[in-house]
């Protein structure tokens, strides 16, 4: 596609309930990033993916959040029993080649809502 | 692991004003990507920085890279109302699996 395209852009949901968060990276891009931005903050590492690699899951900030990467293309991020502090904007990024001078390109982020 | 700390936090200027942004880190880095997210949008991608004290200019824009390639700033001259956001560096880390870190961001606001 023309850009990284992430769904939904914005999600309200209830306290406890599970949510999932897409990511549709750039054809053929290799590397896959999810980010969490709180409001007014900077960005917070949650998990990469690398190729085949094993996935870096060491921003992942509780047991609750797990990520997904399917063939090597989509990404799902899901959020467990979700709380009030989950609320914030999920950026995904992607880019051609990890571990090179490569530029990451961002969607546009999904708005989480948690009540 | 790799950090990468970038100052300040805030910065408000009047517009016409100049603006800097430093990011640090305490290991040499392989090389630096600066970004811009304006308010409510996603960061976008300005430039890389490869070579040791490598300077480069876009329009009011101008990017440097250290000498020991551990520190970069980016400088804004004549700063803009367009110019307002929240400007990110990046640099990889060989030894996170090639995983891009990111300074905290310093948030500009400039006032007309």
């Known amino acids: 596609g023309a850009g990284v395209s992430q769904s939904p852009s914005n999600k309200v949901t209830e306290k406890g309930k599970d949510v999932e968060l897409r990511c549709d990276p750039i054809s053929g891009h290799t590397a896959l990033y999810w980010y969490r931005q709180s409001l007014g903050q900077g960005l917070e590492f949650l998990i990469y993916?690398?190729?085949?690699?094993?996935?870096?899951k060491s921003g992942l900030p509780s047991d609750r959040f797990s990520a997904e990467r399917t063939g090597g293309s989509v990404s799902t991020l899901t959020i467990q029993r979700t709380q009030q502090e989950d609320s914030a904007v999920y950026l995904c990024a992607s880019s051609l080649l990890a571990g090179v001078s490569d530029t990451q390109y961002f969607g546009p982020g999904t708005r989480l809502t948690v009540l | 692991g790799q950090q990468v700390m970038q100052i300040p936090q805030y910065q408000h200027v009047q517009e016409g004003e100049d603006f800097t942004t430093y990011c640090n880190s305490s290991?040499?880095?392989?090389?630096i990507q600066w970004y811009k997210q304006r308010p409510g949008g996603h960061p976008v991608f300005l430039i890389q920085?490869?070579?040791?004290?490598e300077v480069k200019k876009q329009k009011r824009l101008t990017f440097q890279f250290g000498e020991a390639k551990k520190n970069s700033s980016l400088h804004i001259t004549a700063t803009q109302t367009t110019d307002v956001g929240t400007y990110f560096c990046?640099?990889?880390?060989?030894?996170?699996?090639?995983?891009?870190?990111f300074g905290q961001g310093t948030e500009l606001s400039v006032k007309p």
């Open positions: 993916f690398q190729g085949n690699s094993a996935p870096d």
């Open positions: 920085l490869v070579k040791s004290g």
């Open positions: 290991t040499t880095l392989s090389n």
């Open positions: 990046a640099a990889l880390s060989y030894n996170q699996g090639g995983k891009l870190i």
